[in-house]
């Protein structure tokens, strides 16, 4: 066979591959392209580039801005991301890296993604130290202001964006724990993005202290991961020394959330080392 004939046959998949590394191509530092910025990046002539986004744009994976001629992401990319994670992929990802963190350090583990003013488990896995509570932690939304599983993702995307999303709505106390003065707790919301980590103990339930750090994805944190444990069967403990095992199954899950993609970049936060309060 022909070089030609080769290249003839090979075209399909490499159409293929390169729309989806058009896709892949774009991140917070990128949100748009140009043709003629893409078949720069690309190596393509502009004919080429030009197939590609019209193509993708056709099926609603990009969107052409008719008076900048630039590309954005488009409708298709929101609906296949919900389709994802109404279905259980995301928890499928995640499932057995909270496993095995929950092995690992017989505490009880759970991943937990953003849900407007709150964050819902995903996934969860009991330790060797038992269960949380008596119900399944797998739906559970926890709100900003109490505990640690939520602070340690919304002390990470930014002051201006949390006032915006939080501040000014009615704020539950839900024990005696639990901080609802706002400036107290953008003090909270600061030290855990210092930090790298937030540490609970009775804020939202006051049996169970907690110990959670943000998984990121490029600047964004896009959920946190958790070990708990009950205050009533391990009295006067701390999970500190569970820290370094988190922090590496947080990894795990960044990797896991972009993989193949060139847009994530691991943010790994400085640790102080401190017990839970």
């Known amino acids: ?51 590609l986004l019209a193509a993708l744009a056709a099926r609603g994976f990009l ?30 990802l995640a499932d057995p890296v909270v496993l095995r963190l929950a092995e690992d350090t017989g ?8 849900d407007g003013t709150h964050v819902r488990c995903v996934a969860a896995a009991d330790g060797s130290d038992g269960p949380l509570r008596s119900s399944a932690l797998v739906g559970d939304l926890y709100p900003a202001h109490a ?13 201006t964006e949390r006032r915006a999303l939080l501040w000014g709505r009615p704020m539950g106390r839900f024990t005696d724990r639990t901080e609802v003065d706002v400036h107290a707790l953008e003090e909270r919301f600061a030290e855990t993005e210092r930090l790298g980590y937030a540490s609970s103990e009775g804020e939202y339930d006051e049996n169970t202290r907690a110990l959670a750090v943000p ?5 964004r944190p896009v959920g946190s991961l958790t ?3 009950s205050v009533v069967e391990h009295p006067g403990t701390t999970l500190a020394d569970h820290l370094p095992r988190l922090l590496s199954a947080s990894l795990e899950l960044t990797d896991l959330l972009g993989q193949n993609s060139a847009a994530v970049r691991r943010r790994r936060p400085t640790i102080t080392r401190r017990g839970s309060r």
Do not use: H
């Not at 075209?11 to 078949?39: F, G, I, M, N």
């Not at 505490?107 to 953003?114: E, L, R, S, T, V």
């Open 147 to 159: 505990g640690a599983t939520s602070r340690a993702y919304f002390a990470f995307i930014g002051p």
């Open 63 to 92: 969107r052409a801005d008719p008076d900048t001629r630039r590309y954005t992401l488009g409708p298709t990319m929101w609906r296949m991301a919900l389709l994802w994670e109404r279905t259980g992929g995301l928890a499928r």
């Open 227 to 229: 070990v708990g444990q």
């Open 1 to 51: 066979m022909n070089a030609t004939a080769e290249d003839r046959r090979r075209s399909p998949l490499q159409t293929v591959d390169r729309a989806l590394q058009v896709l892949l191509s774009y991140s917070e530092r990128r949100t748009q392209w140009s043709v003629t910025e893409l078949a720069e990046e690309f190596s393509l002539d502009k004919s080429t580039a030009q197939r």
């Open 107 to 114: 505490a009880a583990a759970a991943f937990a993604i953003p």
């Open 215 to 219: 998984v990121m994805l490029g600047r």
